[in-house]
C-alpha cells in the first residue's frame, strides 16, 4: 500500500470517529491502549511578490505553487519506558505551469526508552528537546528551534540522544549527550553536543542555565546561556534570555560588499566564522481583561543578518537583477543562475535580521479564539503580518489564517518570493 | 477634708476609668472569642462540603464540562485531574483538540504544557481564568484550603432556612475572589453558591447535585450559571472520583514537559 493510500484509509478511520459528536466510550476505546492519534487536513494558498528581484528567474517561476493540500496524521505510543511518535505526511502540490505533484512522507520523530537508576532519569533513543522561554524566539533553544513559519500541525523531530536527568522538588538537573553518533562536520539536528542543564521554579520565577560544547569546524564551540520568567503580578509575566557563544559561524555570499565582479562561476556562499556571538531577548505577557492576552518580545540575534550584510546583498542583487536585461543570452542565464544563488541568503534564520520585534494579541472567546502577530524589523520598517481565527465548538477544530509579508523594496520582507499566504485547517487529537 | 474628698473623688474616676476599660477589654475579648468560634466553626462546616467533592487527600477525578449557551450544548469536553495535598493539581485534558494539554498549579504557580511541545510554560493567574470553564472550576476540590469563612444569617431558599457562608480569599492565584455558600443546617451539604471576582461582582452561580454511591454521598454534578453572559451554563460533571496518588515527580513541571506522552497509570 502506498503511503497516500494509507495516511487515506486512516484518515477515513478518524474522520468517522471525527464527525461523531463526542463521546467517552468511543475515545475511552479508541485510546484505551497506549495509543493516541491527531490528524490534521490543510489547505494552503499563496500570493507572489512581484517586486522581488527573483520573482521572475524561470527557475524559480517553475517552483511557485498555487496552493498545496496537506494530511498529517501522528501516531502516538506512551507506554511505561517506551515513547513513540510516527508522523506520516502527505502533499500535493499544485503548480500554475505544471501538473500537481504528490510528495509523502513517515517519519519517526520520536522514539525512546527511559527508565530510572536511582533517583536519576536516564532516556535512550530520539526525543523532543526544547529549552527556553519566549514564544517567538528562544535563545536557549539550543537543540532544536522550532520553525515558527510553519502551518503544519505536527510534532518538531527529535534529536537522537541519551540523557541523565535528575528531577528533585521543582528543579531538574540534566546531562545530554547529543547525536553520538554522527560526525563532527554535521549542523542543525545532527549536530554532535554535549549539554549540561539546570532549571528551577521559585514561587514567582521559572529560571535556567545551560552550558553547551560543539564542534565547528575543528573548533570547539562553548555556549553558555540564562534566562528566566518572571511572574510580576497577577496579570503581568515578563520573561528573558542571554545566549553566549564562544565562536559561531554564518554563511556569507563571496562577493557582498564588491561591486567590480558580480557574478560568482561556483557557489558563491561561504561559511564564515566569527567569535563571541550574543543573543538575548527580552518579553512578556499581560493579561489585560478576562478574555484579551498581549505577548511583546524584543530580541537581537548576532548570528542573524546585520544590517551591513543586507544592504551590501541586496545592492548585489540589485546589480545581477540589472543583467537580465542584457542583450547577450550568456550574461542573461549567467544572471538568472547567480541569482537564483543569491536567494538563498533567505533560507538562513527564518528570514530574520538581527533586531526584531514581535507583538501577539488572542482573545479567548467562547467559541471563537482570534490572534493577531506582528514581526517586525526596525532597522527596516518590514514585518509580518498574521491574522487566526480558531474554532472551538466541534470535535474537529477548524483554524484559518492569513499571513502578508510587507516593506520597501529593500528591506528582507520586501524581497520575499511570497507576499502572502492563507489557510484552513481541519485537525483533531484523540 | 478637702483634700481627702478630692483623693477619694479622683481615686474612684480613675478606678472607674480602669473599671470600664477593663470592661470594654473583656467585652472586646469576648466579642473576638465568640467571632473566632462562628470562624472556626464556619470553617468546619467547608471542610464538610469539601468532603462532599474530595473524600480523599489524593485523588483521581474525571471531569466532563458542558456547556450550555441559550439552552444549545455549544461544547463539550473532559479532563482528569489529580489532586495532592498542598494545594497541588494537576489537569489533563482530554478532548480532540487539546488532547494532552495539562495545566499544572501549585499553591499560586501555574504552568501550561501544551502536547506537542517539550517545554512548560509559566503562566500568570490571570492568563489560568482564559477559557470558558477557568482551570479553577475544574481543579480546585476543596475550599477550606483557599478560603477563610464567616457565618451570616440564615436565608431563606425555596421556602427552607438555610446556613450562609461567606468565604474570602486567603491565598493568591485563586479564580474567585469571595464564595457565598448556601448550606443545609443539619448536614451541612452544599445547595448552592455565588462566585464573585475581584471587582466584587458576582461572576456565576452554582447548584449542586448530591448522590449516594453506596459508600458516601458525594456531589456528581455542579450546574455553573454566568452571570455575566446571560443564557451561558456550565455543567461540571464529576463521572469518576477515586482515591489516587501520583508521584511527587508528575508535579514538577520540567518532569511533565519532558514526558509529553504522560503515562500515569
Request: aromatic share 12%; net charge negative.
Given at each position: 500500500m502506498n503511503t497516500k493510500l494509507k495516511i487515506t484509509v486512516l484518515s477515513l478511520v478518524v474522520a468517522v470517529t471525527s464527525t461523531q459528536t463526542f463521546n467517552l466510550q468511543a475515545n475511552e476505546l479508541l485510546t484505551s491502549g497506549n495509543l493516541s492519534y491527531s490528524?490534521?487536513?490543510?489547505?494552503?494558498?499563496?500570493?507572489?511578490?512581484?517586486?522581488?528581484?527573483?520573482?521572475?528567474?524561470?527557475?524559480?517561476?517553475?517552483e511557485k505553487q498555487s496552493d498545496t493540500d496537506t494530511e498529517i496524521l501522528e501516531l502516538i505510543y506512551g507506554a511505561e519506558h517506551i515513547r513513540a511518535t510516527v508522523t506520516l505526511k502527505g502533499r500535493t502540490n499544485k503548480n500554475s505551469s505544471r501538473d500537481s505533484n504528490y510528495d509523502s512522507d513517515a517519519i519517526v520523530k520520536q522514539l525512546t526508552y527511559s527508565n530510572t537508576v536511582g533517583t536519576w532519569d536516564y532516556t535512550i533513543g530520539r526525543k523532543f528537546t526544547g529549552f527556553g522561554f519566549g514564544?517567538?524566539?528562544?535563545?536557549?533553544?539550543?537543540?532544536?528551534?522550532?520553525?515558527?513559519?510553519?502551518?503544519?500541525?505536527?510534532?518538531?523531530?527529535g534529536v537522537d540522544q541519551l540523557s541523565l536527568e535528575k528531577f528533585s522538588g521543582l528543579s531538574n538537573l540534566g546531562f545530554y549527550l547529543l547525536n553520538p553518533t554522527q560526525n563532527k562536520y554535521q549542523v542543525g539536528l545532527k549536530q554532535r553536543a554535549i549539554l549540561t542543564r539546570y532549571s528551577q521554579?521559585?514561587?514567582?520565577?521559572?529560571?535556567?542555565?545551560?552550558?553547551?560544547?560543539?564542534?565547528?569546524?575543528?573548533?570547539?564551540?562553548?555556549?553558555?546561556?540564562?534566562?528566566?520568567?518572571?511572574?510580576?503580578?497577577?496579570?503581568?509575566?515578563?520573561?528573558?534570555?542571554?545566549?553566549?557563544?564562544?565562536?559561531?559561524?554564518k554563511q556569507e555570499h563571496s562577493l557582498d560588499g564588491q561591486s567590480s565582479i558580480i557574478f560568482a562561476e561556483s557557489n558563491p556562499w561561504n561559511k564564515v566564522e566569527y567569535t563571541n556571538g550574543k543573543t538575548f531577548m527580552v518579553g512578556g505577557n499581560w493579561t489585560y481583561s478576562a478574555r484579551n492576552n498581549i505577548m511583546f518580545e524584543y530580541w537581537h540575534d548576532d548570528l542573524a543578518l546585520s544590517k551591513n550584510q543586507w544592504r551590501n546583498h541586496l545592492n548585489l542583487m540589485a546589480l545581477q537583477y540589472g543583467q537580465l536585461n542584457s542583450a547577450t543570452a550568456d550574461i542573461r542565464t549567467i544572471a538568472e543562475g547567480n541569482l537564483a544563488w543569491s536567494y538563498q541568503a533567505f533560507g538562513h534564520k527564518q528570514y530574520a535580521m538581527q533586531d526584531n520585534i514581535f507583538l501577539r494579541w488572542s482573545y479567548q472567546g467562547n467559541t471563537l479564539h482570534p490572534s493577531a502577530t506582528v514581526l517586525y524589523s526596525p532597522n527596516q520598517s518590514g514585518s509580518i503580518f498574521s491574522a487566526l481565527l480558531n474554532i472551538d465548538k466541534y470535535t474537529v477544530k477548524f483554524n484559518t489564517g492569513v499571513r502578508i509579508f510587507s516593506g520597501p523594496r529593500d528591506s528582507v520582507y520586501g524581497q520575499l518570493l511570497r507576499s502572502g499566504e492563507y489557510y484552513v485547517t481541519a485537525y483533531g487529537d484523540f | 477634708m478637702k483634700i481627702v474628698k478630692y483623693i477619694l473623688a479622683t481615686s474612684l474616676l480613675i478606678s472607674s476609668i480602669f473599671a470600664s476599660a477593663a470592661e470594654q477589654e473583656a467585652n472586646t475579648l469576648a466579642e473576638n472569642n465568640m467571632a473566632k468560634g462562628t470562624d472556626q466553626e464556619a470553617n468546619e462546616w467547608v471542610k464538610i462540603v469539601d468532603s462532599y467533592r474530595q473524600f480523599s487527600e489524593s485523588i483521581k477525578v474525571t471531569t466532563r464540562i458542558q456547556v450550555i449557551n441559550n439552552g444549545e450544548k455549544e461544547k463539550e469536553k473532559l479532563y482528569e485531574v489529580y489532586i495532592k495535598p498542598g494545594r497541588k493539581s494537576l489537569v489533563v485534558f482530554k478532548s480532540s483538540g487539546e488532547n494532552g494539554q495539562k495545566v499544572l498549579m501549585l499553591d499560586n504557580m501555574f504552568w501550561l504544557l501544551m502536547p506537542k511541545s517539550p517545554r512548560p510554560i509559566r503562566i500568570t493567574p490571570l492568563q489560568k481564568l482564559l477559557g470558558d470553564a477557568t482551570t479553577g472550576d475544574i481543579a480546585t476540590m476543596s475550599w477550606h484550603e483557599d478560603y477563610d469563612a464567616v457565618k451570616e444569617s440564615p436565608v431563606e431558599i425555596d421556602g427552607v432556612k438555610v446556613d450562609s457562608v461567606m468565604l474570602t480569599a486567603k491565598v493568591q492565584g485563586v479564580s474567585y475572589k469571595s464564595i457565598r455558600l448556601f448550606l443545609a443546617r443539619e448536614s451541612h451539604k452544599p445547595l448552592k453558591a455565588e462566585f464573585y471576582v475581584s471587582s466584587g461582582k458576582l461572576a456565576k452561580y452554582a447548584s449542586f447535585v448530591i448522590h449516594n454511591t453506596g459508600k458516601r454521598e458525594q456531589i456528581i454534578?455542579?450546574?455553573?450559571?454566568?452571570?455575566?453572559?446571560?443564557?451561558?451554563?456550565?455543567?461540571?460533571?464529576?463521572?469518576?472520583?477515586?482515591?489516587?496518588?501520583?508521584?511527587?515527580?508528575?508535579?514538577?513541571?520540567?518532569f511533565l514537559a519532558n514526558d509529553i506522552t504522560l503515562k500515569i497509570d
Open positions: 490528524y490534521a487536513l490543510q489547505q494552503e494558498w499563496y500570493d507572489y511578490n512581484n517586486k522581488s528581484y527573483v520573482a521572475d528567474l524561470q527557475k524559480i517561476s517553475a514564544a517567538a524566539f528562544r535563545p536557549l533553544d539550543v537543540i532544536q528551534n522550532q520553525d515558527l513559519l510553519t502551518f503544519d500541525r505536527e510534532s518538531q523531530p521554579s521559585k514561587e514567582n520565577a521559572d529560571w535556567m542555565t545551560l552550558f553547551r560544547i560543539t564542534e565547528q569546524q575543528k573548533k570547539q564551540n562553548v555556549q553558555f546561556g540564562i534566562g528566566g520568567s518572571f511572574v510580576v503580578t497577577e496579570a503581568l509575566e515578563l520573561h528573558s534570555s542571554l545566549l553566549v557563544s564562544s565562536n559561531y559561524i | 454534578k455542579m450546574e455553573l450559571t454566568d452571570a455575566i453572559q446571560k443564557g451561558r451554563v456550565t455543567l461540571v460533571e464529576y463521572l469518576s472520583n477515586e482515591s489516587y496518588s501520583i508521584d511527587d515527580k508528575y508535579y514538577n513541571p520540567q
